[in-house]
């Protein structure tokens, strides 16, 4: 099961958060400053799974931003991996060439769920 997905810049700034369980708001900020602290630190040569408190975080990097999951420690790792590759071939096409301040300035060009279900179809 999916916690929460969230994409961060190099610098830690938080572009886009859901959350899938009940968090304060100081929680939410700490679990981003500790999963940012987590990616940004690791060797491009390891793997894109790490474990978080009680559950894993799957990442990927692209561009500027860092994708990140955090979902149940028994959950598939590739699956989750290419879900964010596919979420992200999505914003790509949504916004033709995606970056940060389409992110940042344009998001309410559409709905992302929208996206998704048309992508799913198509395949």
Sequence with gaps: MIRFILLQNRQGKTRLAKYY?????????????EVHRLVVNRDPKFTNFVEFRTHK??????AGLFFSMCVDITDNEL??????????????HFF????????????????????????????
Excluded: M, T, W
């Design 79 to 92: 699956a989750y991996l290419e879900s964010i590759h596919l979420f992200v071939e999505i914003l790509d």
């Design 96 to 123: 033709s060439n995606v970056c940060e301040l389409d992110l940042v300035f344009n998001f309410h060009k559409g709905s992302c769920k929208k996206q998704v279900k048309r992508q799913s179809l198509k395949e």
């Design 57 to 62: 975080v799957i990442y990927r990097r692209y």
């Design 21 to 33: 369980i009940p968090l304060e708001e100081s929680e939410k900020h700490k679990l981003e400053y």
